[in-house]
Each structure stands twice: as C-alpha cells, then as structure tokens.
C-alpha cells in the first residue's frame, strides 16, 4: 500500500486557518479520488471532503463544512489541500489523506473503505 504524506497540522486558536497539504507519490498518479478525513480521540474516522482528479469536482461532508473548509488539487505538485478557515475546538483531530484508483462518482466518497491509500495523519489542535 502506497503511502500518502501530509503536513501542515498545528496548534492554534479558536477562529484560525490552517492549510494542510497531502502529497502523493508518481506511483500514484492513476488516483482519481482522494479525501480527506479526521478521526478525534475515542471516535470514529469521519469523513470531511473529496476530490475527483478527473473533474475537479468537490463534495463535502455537510453544509458547514463546505462554508468553513475548501478541498483543491494542484496538479502541478501531485498535492491535494485543504484550506480550513474559523476553526473551532470541535475540529481538533488527526486529520488522514486518502486516494483511490476508482473515480469518485462510482463509489461512495464518505465511506474510508472505498479508498486504497492512506497517510499516516497530521494533528490539528485547536484551543479555546
């Protein structure tokens, strides 16, 4: 299993930004679909948002994530990010990256298993 690499995780304040970066390999180049998710302690991993590198089409967990947060592909850099603005303690978790070969209009783009590779996650901490 390819391993995808992100970054960018930090500590901050209520109400901050934060930009995380998800980098994939060029063996990994035939993804169409990534994601990212998060997991917080004693929970479950969530899903957050998903890309289609085919389309760029982008499609969120809810409503209030799609105001907060912003998923893009650069296609240049093989990096997927995620632009996260007015963050709140609620978003504190290890934040995961993940790819699939399949496009994401044939899966369902929410669930973890529909995806083949993964990072290894990046901490966001963000304080009241």
């Known amino acids: 299993q390819v391993q995808l690499l992100e970054s960018g995780g930090d500590s901050l304040q209520d109400g901050g930004s934060l930009k995380l970066s998800c980098v994939t390999p060029?063996?990994?180049?035939?993804?169409?679909?990534m994601a990212w998710f998060r997991q917080a302690p004693g929970s479950e991993r969530d899903w957050v948002a998903s890309i289609s590198l085919r389309t760029l089409s982008t499609f969120y967990a809810d409503s209030r994530t799609k105001a907060r947060f912003t998923i893009s592909w650069d296609n240049a850099k093989n990096t997927m990010t995620l632009q996260m603005n007015d963050l709140r303690p609620r978003d504190t978790a290890l934040y995961y990256c993940?790819?699939?070969?399949?496009?994401?209009?044939?899966?369902?783009?929410?669930?973890?298993?529909?995806?083949?590779?993964w990072g290894k996650g990046t901490q966001v901490t963000v304080s009241s």
């Open positions: 993940a790819a699939t070969p399949v496009t994401c209009a044939r899966i369902d783009v929410s669930r973890a298993d529909a995806y083949t590779s």
């Open positions: 060029v063996s990994l180049r035939a993804s169409d679909c």
